[in-house]
């Protein structure tokens, strides 16, 4: 069973630019997640999706930071304009569904703001 | 609110027992994992139990929950230097769609 699969794996850009993640879930997860981990940090929840719709995005800075999963599958988050202090690893997580147990995470992607 | 907190590190010699304790806050919480990072990657989901378990054995990992203290922790037997990561404990609720909430993390290196 093929894994989280996120891309790019690495990003740099300069503050103010735009940027976008992309994540592919287990196949059949419906429910998708994305965590910020700064480094010396346990991840956060940014936003968490059951199929296309929001369940929690309290926590995502919605003047700079958006996020869409339009047909239930794949999603994006895209960070315009980007901060210094949005350098971070970005992870994306799915599960079967938002009852269950597991979450499985993705290798995540590097992000370095200069 | 939530809160969990872990130790910052712990060296152990290869061949023992390794323990990693966790606290966390919130009463409620559903199920408490253990996940493992190794540098550059991502999270890898080491084992997790139900809230109203006390303990869970899976090979060499074994997780024990003290429900009123609150407090979580996972012993590793007969560590080895593949063991070396940081340590992830981390707590979720149902009622709050299974998001996790995670420690600070727990740098373990294993010693030959």
Redesign the interface.
């Known amino acids: 069973e093929a894994g989280v699969a996120q891309s790019p794996r690495y990003k740099i850009i300069e503050k103010r630019q735009s940027v976008a993640f992309w994540c592919n879930p287990i196949s059949g997860h419906a429910t998708l997640y994305w965590y910020q981990q700064i480094l010396g940090q346990g991840p956060k929840l940014l936003i968490q999706f059951q199929n296309n719709g929001v369940v929690d995005d309290s926590q995502l800075p919605k003047d700079r930071f958006s996020a869409e999963r339009l047909k239930g599958v794949d999603s994006t988050l895209k960070i315009q304009p980007a901060k210094l202090e949005d350098s971070a690893v970005y992870l994306c997580a799915s599960s079967l569904d938002f009852l269950s147990g597991e979450q499985f995470f993705g290798p995540g992607t590097r992000l370095t703001v200069l | 609110g939530e809160d969990?907190e872990q130790s910052l590190f712990l060296s152990v010699r290869e061949g023992d027992s390794s323990v990693i304790n966790c606290t966390y806050t919130d009463s409620s919480s559903?199920?408490l994992y253990w996940?493992k990072q190794e540098p550059g990657?991502?999270?890898?989901?080491l084992t997790?139990i139900?809230s109203n378990m006390d303990m869970k054995q899976d090979q060499r990992l074994t997780v024990l929950l003290n429900k009123k203290d609150k407090h979580l922790s996972l012993r590793i037997a007969d560590t080895q230097t593949g063991d070396s990561a940081i340590y992830?404990c981390?707590e979720?609720m149902?009622a709050?769609?299974?998001?996790?909430?995670?420690?600070?993390?727990t740098r373990v290196l294993v010693k030959p």
């Open positions: 969990v559903t199920y996940y990657a991502g999270l890898q989901l997790y139900f992830f981390a979720s149902k709050a769609g299974n998001k996790l909430t995670f420690g600070g993390g």
